[in-house]
């Protein structure tokens, strides 16, 4: 290991900008959107006629062709010579294909002893990025974070190009920058704020909004965009955003973090049907604390503790101090948590199994580094433990797969009664048009895109998004905001346990109708909520007096029993129960193949149970959705 002393700058031989790319819709942002933000003044051209530079494209040949022969192209090539490297792999799951390229560029810096930058294809940089990494890189730092905040790709690549674009080069400021990822944040994005909407939390990346200039943030995961390796050859196991800098890096007095976006901006473009659900509550320290147990390590536990500011102007200073006061205190609750001794959670199994399993992974990381040479590599013995704790590890993933297709097996099945009245009563309501707008209030998750499919040959899934923005919802087309009276056709489906903003979904709906439109609204109390406490909810009453005036109902009807809607419960119980119990996983790992032929027995059982209490019941008491068919009202009548 190789680690520079106090006040000595190690400086790279030169500068290896990876890039994995492929498919034809990346590959065109890549090309349209992100090279001519990299081709700005303060970005690539920087690099100009330095020897030592490399810029490698990971991708498949077809993607290349189509890279070579853009305008951009030889625009880099001047500025950086530019090589690919070819994917003969079957992709099968994108992060591993990233992290397998970024591996091979990893090694080919580490043998010039340059600095890698690892870029994506769908993250776009202000202007002068590049200039700011390469003056921090030449004072000393080994290791440089960014965050990067999550926006609509298509919306944010079309407001780049028709503002900000001047021949083939993309020129933003960082405060530009900013205010355009403001307008079209992600779905995700509204995941990190503490204090803002209804949804769940993704604790990895914390905000809390300052009026309308930017927000503060509090990061566990920020992106290492520039790494110049301090030990060569090092083991890591997940992505370079999780584990590879621990051990490439350990000297973290190297580390520099971006607080401040006026020195560097980064946003990332994401299609708006990208979302997952990490099951912690709003403004909830303790799922917040849950969640770093296991997907924070030490090096992600001191980027936390930076204060970041991410804005278009600070014109008031009082409100920015007020916000870092806000996000310090919620981060302290959060480390004082963190910092439990270990017999203080013997109480708890289920924080206890989340350090045990991170303890797991930094004794695996230290052991497999420990003693390895840069030529040598690991001793054959360690080699043949890692392959066993691989062999566990991947025994132990199968398994659990295998128990949660059989669990959602019998959920499906036992669920078949209330999906069959839905679709009866879907095929007798549904509008008919070629253009069907389907939009949820509810991130991630459409419940009708598979009757839709069957029901309509012309239905497209994830051409429509809806994005809530504070209070104002917008309802996009492929990314653009849909004109007034543009649809003669919407169908909005509401999660009931998401009561706030109702009403401006619905204006919405109302607003992009064409004067013959129809509106049809599919109520339902299917989401598992993860918010702990009473919840409120809304029912098709609350709807149907929203509507009035301006909507007259045509139609409603209710769907589900009160055998939907047990399942419903146990179904939203027992994902409870596995996934904030860590203990109950691992009981299912250790027993799960065993009782495999009870759990089908006892899901045979509930699946009779539940239709034929679907059956029985005619009263709709129990309905657990509802379907309310509405037009424009005829003021002349």
């Keep these: 290991m190789s680690v520079c002393g106090a006040g000595e700058a190690r400086r790279p031989s030169g500068y290896f900008f990876l890039t994995p790319v492929w498919g034809l819709s990346y590959t065109k942002l890549y090309i349209d959107t992100v090279i001519p933000s990299q081709l700005a003044d303060g970005n690539l051209p920087v690099f100009r006629g330095q020897p030592g530079n490399r810029y490698i494209i990971y991708t498949r040949r077809e993607d290349a062709e189509l890279i070579r022969s853009s305008a951009v192209f030889e625009q880099i090539n001047a500025c950086v010579p530019v090589t690919f490297e070819f994917i003969t792999d079957k992709i099968s799951v994108v992060h591993d294909m990233m992290t397998d390229c970024f591996r091979r560029g990893i090694k080919a810096a580490e043998q010039a002893d340059a600095a890698v930058l690892f870029l994506t294809p769908d993250i776009v940089l202000s202007d002068g990025s590049f200039a700011?990494?390469?003056?921090?890189?030449?004072?000393?730092?080994?290791?440089?974070?960014?965050?990067?905040?999550?926006?609509?790709?298509?919306?944010?690549?079309?407001?780049?190009?028709?503002?900000?674009?001047?021949?083939?080069?993309?020129?933003?400021?960082?405060?530009?920058?900013?205010?355009?990822?403001?307008?079209?944040?992600?779905?995700?994005?509204?995941?990190?704020?503490?204090?803002?909407?209804?949804g769940s939390l993704i604790p990895a990346n914390i905000y809390w909004r300052v009026g309308d200039e930017g927000l503060v943030g509090r990061c566990f995961h920020l992106h290492?965009?520039?790494?110049?390796?301090?030990?060569?050859?090092?083991?890591?196991?997940?992505?370079?955003?999780?584990?590879?800098?621990?051990?490439?890096?350990?000297?973290?007095?190297?580390?520099?973090?971006?607080?401040?976006?006026?020195?560097?901006?980064?946003?990332?473009?994401?299609?708006?049907?990208?979302?997952?659900?990490?099951?912690?509550?709003?403004?909830?320290?303790?799922?917040?604390?849950?969640?770093?147990?296991?997907?924070?390590?030490?090096?992600?536990?001191?980027?936390?503790?930076?204060?970041?500011?991410?804005?278009?102007?600070?014109?008031?200073?009082?409100?920015?101090?007020?916000?870092?006061?806000?996000?310090?205190?919620?981060?302290?609750?959060?480390?004082?948590?963190?910092?439990?001794?270990?017999?203080?959670?013997?109480?708890?199994?289920?924080?206890?199994?989340?350090?045990?399993?991170?303890?797991?992974?930094?004794?695996?990381?230290?052991?497999?580094?420990?003693?390895?040479?840069?030529?040598?590599?690991?001793?054959?013995?360690?080699?043949?433990?890692?392959?066993?704790?691989?062999?566990?590890?991947?025994?132990?993933?199968?398994?659990m797969k295998l128990i949660r297709q059989v669990l959602g097996r019998v959920e499906e099945w036992s669920g078949r009664s209330y999906q069959g009245r839905l679709y009866r009563d879907l095929?007798?309501?549904?509008?008919?048009?070629?253009?069907?707008?389907?939009?949820?209030?509810?991130?991630?998750?459409?419940?009708?895109?598979?009757?839709?499919?069957?029901?309509?040959?012309?239905?497209?899934?994830?051409?429509?998004?809806?994005?809530?923005?504070?209070?104002?919802?917008?309802?996009?087309?492929?990314?653009?905001?849909?004109?007034?009276?543009?649809?003669?056709?919407?169908?909005?489906?509401?999660?009931?346990?998401?009561?706030?903003?109702?009403?401006?979904?619905?204006?919405?709906?109302?607003?992009?109708?064409?004067?013959?439109?129809?509106?049809?609204?599919?109520?339902?109390?299917?989401?598992?909520?993860?918010?702990?406490?009473?919840?409120?909810?809304?029912?098709?009453?609350?709807?149907?007096?929203l509507l009035v005036p301006d909507l007259d109902v045509v139609v409603t009807s209710r769907q589900g029993g009160f055998g939907s809607f047990l399942q419903l419960k146990l179904g939203s119980w027992l994902r409870g129960v596995i996934n904030r119990r860590l203990a109950v996983r691992w009981l299912l790992f250790v027993l799960g193949l065993p009782l495999l032929p009870l759990i089908a027995i006892v899901g045979g059982i509930v699946i009779a149970a539940t239709t034929l209490l679907d059956v029985l019941d005619q009263s709709d008491r129990s309905c657990i959705s509802s379907l309310i068919l509405a037009e424009k009202a005829d003021r002349n009548k």
């Design 427 to 545: 095929a007798q309501v549904l509008p008919q048009s070629p253009d069907l707008v389907l939009v949820s209030n509810s991130p991630g998750r459409f419940y009708l895109a598979p009757l839709l499919t069957r029901l309509s040959s012309s239905f497209a899934n994830g051409r429509y998004a809806s994005v809530l923005r504070r209070t104002q919802v917008s309802f996009l087309e492929r990314g653009e905001p849909i004109a007034d009276g543009m649809k003669d056709a919407v169908i909005l489906e509401l999660d009931a346990h998401r009561t706030k903003e109702v009403a401006a979904y619905l204006r919405e709906s109302q607003r992009i109708l064409s004067p013959q439109g129809r509106l049809l609204v599919y109520l339902h109390t299917l989401a598992f909520a993860t918010t702990p406490g009473p919840r409120s909810s809304i029912g098709a009453p609350d709807i149907i007096a």
């Design 132 to 198: 700011t990494l390469k003056r921090l890189s030449v004072a000393g730092h080994d290791v440089i974070y960014i965050p990067a905040i999550r926006t609509m790709k298509t919306a944010v690549a079309a407001r780049l190009e028709q503002s900000f674009k001047h021949g083939d080069t993309i020129r933003i400021r960082p405060a530009q920058l900013m205010q355009v990822a403001l307008d079209n944040l992600h779905p995700l994005g509204d995941s990190s704020w503490w204090e803002e909407g209804e």
């Design 224 to 399: 290492p965009i520039l790494v110049h390796s301090q030990r060569k050859n090092a083991t890591f196991f997940g992505t370079v955003d999780d584990d590879f800098v621990s051990v490439a890096c350990p000297d973290s007095s190297k580390d520099y973090v971006v607080t401040d976006s006026d020195e560097l901006l980064a946003v990332e473009l994401s299609d708006p049907g990208r979302f997952f659900d990490m099951r912690a509550a709003k403004g909830s320290v303790s799922d917040a604390a849950r969640w770093a147990e296991q997907f924070a390590n030490a090096r992600h536990r001191s980027l936390f503790k930076a204060t970041i500011r991410m804005h278009t102007g600070t014109s008031d200073p009082a409100k920015w101090a007020a916000a870092q006061e806000r996000a310090s205190a919620v981060a302290e609750q959060i480390e004082a948590r963190l910092n439990l001794p270990m017999w203080q959670l013997l109480s708890n199994a289920d924080l206890l199994m989340r350090r045990c399993i991170q303890h797991g992974k930094t004794s695996r990381l230290r052991f497999a580094n420990c003693g390895a040479t840069a030529d040598a590599g690991l001793p054959a013995w360690k080699n043949v433990v890692l392959a066993f704790i691989d062999r566990f590890a991947g025994l132990r993933t199968v398994t």
